[in-house]
Each structure stands twice: as structure tokens, then as C-alpha cells.
């Protein structure tokens, strides 16, 4: 977990039930969350709706998180799976949009194509630049965890990951 994370005893007084703590924790996670969600949504709507129902789910059950150190990867995957159940309905045809806000046909498609090339040139890439490029821009992690867990120095993750994103924005200009 990245040094921004909230810090494990906050995370440890959270899992005991300390109100304050259970706050503190939401409040310090909440820009990581966001930036997961708008990485992974449709649409910026779907975004905060996503990070607001894994904050949720934190508040509810921080009881059950298993390991302390554990708190970004399963924020992570209440996000995608939210934002996952989301993308569902919304190709279904399912009512996810209240009446107060209404989408045009037209920008959903827009935003659901948009979504899907930079999903399919992310896929494009070598596994190892798209690996470094994930953990860091679409997960958050920093540069040193990213590096340590693909076992790189900081200058090789660098390299990759400027690698990636360069391609990335090559496949999307080219498109």
C-alpha cells in the first residue's frame, strides 16, 4: 500500500470499531477511490456513484477486512466490480439514471466506445509495459511499490511505463 493510504494504525482502530477512526479511514481513502473508479467507469457519473458505494461498503464492513495491509487492493475490487455492475445494466438498458439526470443516446454510445478503445489499446501492449502501466495509472500505486513488485529498478518501471503510455496515446491518435 502506498504511502498516501491512510497509515495501518488507523486502518487497525478502524477494523476494531472506532467510530473516528472508521471516519478518518473513509475520508483518507476517498481521493484514492475516486481515481480508481474514474479510471475504470463509463462515465464520470458512474465514477462517483462507484467511489461512493465502495466507501460505503468501507464504513459498513471494515470489521471483516481480513489484513490491514489489504485495504487498497479490496477497495480496488469493490470498485471494479461496481463499476463492472454498472457498465452491466447500462448495456442491458437496465435504469441506472435517475430522473434529475438524463443521458442523451448518442453520449452514452460515445462514452461506452471511448471506454472500449482505451481498454483495447491498453490490451495491445507488451505484458510488461501494460503491467507497469495498470499498477500505476489505473490502480495508483507509486512508483517505488510499483517497482519493487515487478522487481525493476525505478529507472526501468520509468522507462516502461513512459513506453506505455506513449504507445497508448499513438494507438489512440491512430485510431
Known amino acids: ?15 476494531g470499531g472506532d467510530e473516528s477512526a472508521i471516519a478518518a479511514l473513509v475520508s483518507g ?24 458505494e465502495a466507501l460505503i461498503v468501507l464504513y459498513r464492513k471494515i470489521g471483516t477486512l481480513r489484513a490491514s495491509g489489504a485495504l487498497a487492493s479490496w477497495m480496488f475490487r ?12 447500462a448495456f ?4 441506472l439514471v435517475g430522473a434529475e439526470a438524463v443521458v442523451s443516446a448518442e453520449d ?12 483495447s489499446a491498453i490490451a495491445e501492449l507488451p505484458a510488461e509495459q501494460r503491467r507497469v ?28 511505463l513512459h513506453r506505455a503510455r506513449a504507445t497508448v496515446r499513438e494507438l489512440l491518435l491512430s485510431r
Open 1 to 15: 500500500m502506498g504511502a498516501d493510504w491512510p497509515r495501518e494504525s488507523l486502518i487497525v482502530a478502524a477494523q
Open 29 to 52: 481513502s476517498h481521493p484514492h477511490v475516486q481515481r480508481f473508479a474514474r479510471s475504470l467507469c463509463a462515465s464520470p457519473e458512474d465514477a462517483e456513484d462507484s467511489a461512493q
Open 78 to 89: 469493490i470498485v471494479r466490480n461496481e463499476c463492472l455492475r454498472r457498465a452491466r445494466r
Open 92 to 95: 442491458r438498458g437496465d435504469d
Open 108 to 119: 452514452d454510445v460515445l462514452q461506452r466506445l471511448e471506454a472500449q478503445r482505451v481498454a
Open 133 to 160: 502501466l495498470i499498477m500505476r495509472d489505473v490502480q495508483g500505486y507509486s512508483g517505488r511499490a510499483v517497482a519493487d513488485a515487478l522487481g525493476l529498478s525505478m529507472p526501468a518501471m520509468k522507462s516502461r
